[in-house]
């Protein structure tokens, strides 16, 4: 025991030293940050691309066409797909976006009313009275929101000069990372594994295929969801007639990739449109909601997605609360594949060291 507390002591103090020194030294990566943030969604929309394509290439390939043709195939379909999204989808959400903008102020009006008719009632001037409310303290938290509008305007369009910068980028370097993806993927497990001793060759072929797996059960199941969720959605708005029902499809459907909190957050919106509708409305948009996210998850998920990430529900909430405070909705979409794939990572890595000790007591019992 004391031995063992001597090694881990020593082993905190290297690191926590090693952390330290890294702080000071922190320029030296800083290079190395903007190298990794610039390859980093390239990467991930080209490997999102890739797991989604890869299955049809297969298909393709198993009908005798060779790779290049079946690759340049699916770049066509592709295309053509974006062209459609953008000639036919694009310019209808514009629109109702452009119409919600224009609307804005009207719904403001129609909301100081609600609540100018409300501070009319008893259980209103009721909830003034109390002390828990201090709406001085609303009033001077909206000036503040107000004032800052000029400076949020300024960041934003800084922000927009940065995101069509990135976004070309993107543009341009995907379809090059795609296609190499697409051809050489295959080859790449093999080349990782000469990095590895050759009695560990075998096992480290198990992990990239397990992690690839996983990434790849998640990701083409989470697809095929989200396209049910928010075209049924998109549907039963239709049918009770609500205004901008194509862009509050499109937002459940994105937002269906959260798990757990994600339709509650694609709901919103929804919910908040009908009910500037009537009451009726909003109450049509929740049933349809309910009726869809329990098609949802009794039946479509468990069929198409099953429990291939194996992850307990509490786990997940509490990965997303911390992956939804540093880094937005962003981090709370990525979130759960990345723990699915650290968590697969690490348990074969800590069965490779298992197999390692067992084969070297072995060659010790022996000699």
Known sequence: MKSKLQFWTLEILLLLIIIYISTKISFLFHPIGIFISTLFFPILISGF????????????????????VGIIILYLALVGLITIGV??????????????????PETVDNVVALIEDASKSNW?????????????????RLLEFTTSITSNITSGLSAVVSFITSLTLIIITVPFILFYMLK?????????????????????????????????????????????????????FLLID???????????????IIPYVGPFIGAAPAVLVGLFQSPLTAFLVILIILIVQQLDGNLISPLIIGKSLNIHPLTIIMILLVAGSLAGILGMILAVPTYAVVKTITK??????????????????DT
């Open 348 to 365: 074969n890595i800590v069965r490779l060291v298992k197999l390692y000790r067992a084969r070297h007591t072995v060659i010790t019992e």
């Open 87 to 104: 000639t036919k989808v694009v310019p209808v959400v514009s629109d109702q976006v452009t119409d919600i903008a224009k609307k804005t």
């Open 242 to 256: 609500i205004p901008y029902a194509l862009t509050l499809g499109l937002v459940i459907a994105v937002t269906n």
């Open 184 to 236: 050489d993927g295959n080859r790449l497990p093999g080349a990782i594994m000469k990095f590895l001793p050759s009695s560990f060759r075998k096992e480290g072929l198990v992990v990239i295929q397990e992690t690839s797996q996983t990434l790849a059960n998640y990701i083409q199941g989470q697809m095929t969801v989200c396209i049910f969720v928010g075209t049924a959605c998109f549907i039963g």
């Open 124 to 140: 209103f001037n009721y909830v003034v009275e109390q002390d828990f409310i201090e709406f001085e303290q609303i009033k001077d």
């Open 49 to 68: 691309l890739f797991y989604l394509l890869n299955p049809v290439l297969k298909l393709l390939m198993k009908w005798k066409v060779p790779k290049i």
